[in-house]
């Protein structure tokens, strides 16, 4: 890409940036020089369609591939390849277009009533969009799980973008064969498995069947690495809408214990939720004790948390229907905005386990949020009486109010009041412990 600010558009200089990146600083270098040019005339904009991916109405695309604004006496300007596409490679198989897919498939036709399952993007200016998020893949020797990417349209962005080493895991089999003839164009550089994310080693005896997968299978040709080293793997894909908050949770008790995935060192997931959910994840101690729940402490307290896009439902397909979601009362309806699907970054922290915690005592952690959060609006002493006695003294050390409800805690001050607890040994010989290894597998059971 090229960048030039001046009357007239002869002087370039060489950018090693994303589009986004050079579009959001083209747009504030306008706005200053706006605040210069006291008589400029405003931006200036003619829309063509020479390039497919324009990121905002107030630039223009010339036949020769120049994003272009005019501010005064001035042009502001990107020279554009003329499309990214056309490095990938070995030419890719055609796509069908949109129409014929939905007619093809009905799980893309279906409207949502009771159960939602998989959501795909059949944009491919959306699919640009994502990736561009992910940052620049040209030189990135990291391998990207790709979930349930349907007839892989992001797919191409990501082969488009320079990814090298690409996973598909496809828990459907009507998109395989999308996936396998992309592959085979391609080679070395996309791999498929017909696999589900969220089964990855389930609990239990018994020969592991498909879409359920081992980890051990999964990760053959990666290298494990130290938790505090930079992330193994990439996952992009989206969070199935039918169980979002179990698999977040079985996420989180992976993380905590470190088995299964994360025994091979972190990854970075970029998940498209619902709005709903990421609300949830990201709501604040104390406020609303509807939306902050366990899994917003244990999400919070794994994760840095960064939302890198929010789309309409309107992009993704099938299209939900408005108002089939029920509450079971009508006031709660207002706090779960839901019109949105939410991009969002999820890496686990890697100083987690530097003030005590560990995979051994992990479930624990999980176990002591659980209780506290099965009744939020009690009092925090209360509901510690009952567990360890004589605790009054451990919450007055952590500068806690003897008032505080249990939802008043924040995720750092959860894991506070846990290694506290572990240091005092008020875990040790008692029934804390057998209780909470006993329920963590339950559920982690249940979520496989």
Known sequence: MWLFISKSPVMMLPLHLSRQTVCSRLLGASKLLQETQPHSHSLSCHRNSGVRWVYSAAYAVT?????????GQYRLGVLLLPARTSASGPQLPPLPSTEELVRKHGCLRRAFKSRIKNKYILDPALAAVVV??????????????????????????????????????????LFLPYSMALAKHV????????????????????????????SVELFNKIQPAHWKEEVV???????????EKTHLRHLCYRILERSSLFEYGRMELNLFITEKVYNMITAPPGVDLVIYESTSILCQACFDIQLLLKEPNSRFLPV?????????????????VNDHMCLVRLTPKAALFDQGLT??????????????????????????????????????????????????????????????????????????????????????????
């Not at 036949?63 to 501010?71: A, E, F, G, I, S």
């Open 132 to 173: 561009d998020h992910l940052g620049d893949l040209s030189e990135n020797k990291q391998w990207i799980f790709e979930l349930n990417p349907g007839p892989g349209v992001v797919t191409r962005e990501l082969l488009a973008a320079g990814a090298s080493r690409i996973l598909i895991l496809e828990n459907d089999k």
């Open 63 to 71: 036949p020769k591939n120049v994003l272009l604004c005019t501010v």
């Open 359 to 448: 995979p051994q005592n992990g479930s624990q952690f999980i176990f002591l949020v659980r209780q506290l959060m099965a009744k939020p609006r009690a009092k925090l002493t209360d509901r510690m009486e009952i567990w360890v006695p004589g605790s009054l003294n451990i919450l007055s050390d952590l500068g806690l109010r003897p008032d505080m409800r249990a939802g008043d805690l924040s995720p750092a001050q959860f894991m506070k009041l846990f290694l506290l607890l572990l240091k005092n040994g008020s875990f040790h010989n008692t029934w804390w412990e057998d209780e909470a290894y006993e329920q963590i597998h339950s559920i982690n059971n249940r979520a496989a």
């Open 320 to 336: 939900q229907v408005k108002g089939q979601t029920t509450y079971k009362h009508k006031a709660n309806a207002d706090r779960f």
């Open 187 to 214: 080679r070395d550089r996309v791999h498929v498995k017909y696999a589900d994310f969220f089964r990855i080693d389930p609990m239990g005896d018994g020969v592991i069947k498909q879409p359920a997968i081992s």
């Open 233 to 243: 793997v990439r996952v992009v894909g989206m969070l199935s809408q039918e169980k």
